[in-house]
């Protein structure tokens, strides 16, 4: 400790701070990547977020209705008679006002 620490000739104290310079550095680009490349990814928790948390983007009702239809809890006549009532109330005409 003693050949560290001499600033004859020797590298200095200084050599000891190279370590955490560069654990800085390391954490620095880290953090920058996971705030801007890494969560574009699968979100806010990275690439360790488990698929099975993933909610769906849109709960309108005309989604669950295509979710329902799409699973097989409702059949085609069903679907399409409750599409039509659905889409008079939240369809084009219920987003954006009088048509």
Same mark, same amino acid.
């Given at each position: 400790?003693?050949?560290?620490?001499?600033?004859?000739?020797?590298?200095?104290?200084?050599?000891?701070?190279?370590?955490?310079?560069?654990?800085?550095?390391?954490?620095?680009?880290?953090?920058?990547? $996971?705030?801007? @490349?890494?969560?574009?990814?699968? #979100?806010? =928790? &990275?690439?360790?977020? +488990?698929?099975?948390?993933?909610r769906?983007?849109?709960?309108?009702?005309?989604?669950?209705?295509?979710?329902?239809?799409?699973s097989?809890?409702?059949?085609?006549?069903?679907?399409?008679? $409750?599409?039509? @009532?659905?889409?008079?109330?939240? #369809?084009? =005409? &219920?987003k954006g006002? +009088?048509?």
């Open positions: 400790m003693q050949t560290l620490a001499n600033w004859d000739g020797g590298p200095g104290p200084w050599i000891l701070f190279f370590p955490l310079i560069w654990a800085a550095v390391v954490i620095g680009v880290v953090t920058v990547l $996971r705030r801007t @490349v890494w969560r574009g990814r699968r #979100g806010p =928790l &990275g690439p360790w977020r +488990a698929m099975d948390d993933v769906p983007r849109s709960d309108s009702p005309i989604d669950v209705l295509g979710r329902r239809f799409a097989g809890e409702i059949d085609e006549d069903e679907y399409w008679g $409750r599409l039509s @009532v659905l889409d008079e109330q939240f #369809g084009r =005409l &219920g006002g +009088a048509a």
